[in-house]
């Protein structure tokens, strides 16, 4: 079955702090990764994606990822965590003719993320 | 505009009610999606439009709910005869496609909540 798992429900970092928010995928083909990031009453922001050649992806607000086919996994890393980065990430899947159906994602159930002064 | 729009941004109702919530596509955009986001879930896919093709009803949990998209823009979502575990978030996105890796733009969504 095709799904997405973010085994992290909440974490809490210090500003300044690295970060990494975990991503596992289960999917039979190659998949395309998307991560997304919702502010509390927003909708969702596009941080990255990954479609395919370098593994390492940068996105927006200083934010990267790296697929590791072997592991099924695509995780979602910052150096150095701004309080502006407290808010909800989600990991999603799709692929080459769309996700689970042919055009919709498949979402994680999201990890929020608090940051400490 | 600009980016997808939603209305209304909250509704409150009481159980057995019918509403609709309205989504405004990014203008192009020739898809259109429906999702759900309850409390402590991830989002629930509901149903997508491409095109003139008929939808993909395949995400809808129930009879009750139903979408249509006029004139390949905007589109309506009703839920019939509201229950509790109706209340959520129903966010819409659209994009230039289907085709993979096409990238889905979100609205603010509607915060549904049913008494």
């Known amino acids: 079955a095709q799904s997405v798992t973010q085994p992290d429900i909440h974490i809490t970092v210090s500003e300044g702090a690295s970060l990494e928010l975990r991503c596992n995928y289960s999917?039979?083909?190659?998949?395309?990764l998307f991560w997304y990031v919702q502010s509390p009453g927003q909708g969702l922001q596009l941080l990255l994606k990954?479609?395919?050649?370098?593994?390492l992806v940068q996105g927006i607000k200083g934010f990267e990822a790296e697929f590791k086919r072997s592991q099924s996994s695509f995780n979602l890393r910052k150096p150095s965590v701004h309080w502006s980065d407290a808010a909800e990430y989600f990991c999603?899947?799709?692929?080459?003719?769309?996700?689970?159906?042919?055009?919709?994602?498949?979402f994680g159930k999201g990890t929020k993320l608090s940051v400490k002064p | 505009g600009a980016g997808v729009s939603q209305s209304p941004s909250n509704k409150v109702t009481e159980k057995g009610k019918d509403v609709e919530l309205r989504c405004d596509p990014i203008?192009?955009?020739?898809?259109l999606y429906w999702y759900r986001q309850s409390l402590g879930q991830g989002l629930e896919f509901l149903i997508y439009?491409?095109?003139?093709?008929?939808?993909?009803k395949s995400g809808l949990p129930s009879d009750r709910f139903s979408a249509e998209r006029t004139g390949g823009s905007v589109s309506t979502l009703t839920i019939q005869r509201t229950q509790q575990e109706d209340s959520a978030v129903y966010l819409c996105?659209?994009?230039?496609?289907?085709?993979?890796?096409?990238?889905?733009?979100f609205g603010p969504g509607t915060r549904l909540t049913v008494l």
């Open positions: 996105a659209s994009s230039l496609g289907i085709a993979g890796g096409l990238v889905q733009f």
């Open positions: 439009f491409q095109g003139n093709s008929a939808p993909d």
């Open positions: 999603a899947v799709g692929g080459p003719s769309g996700g689970g159906s042919q055009g919709n994602l498949i």
């Open positions: 990954y479609f395919s050649g370098d593994t």
């Open positions: 203008s192009g955009h020739t898809a």
């Open positions: 999917y039979g083909a190659t998949p395309y």
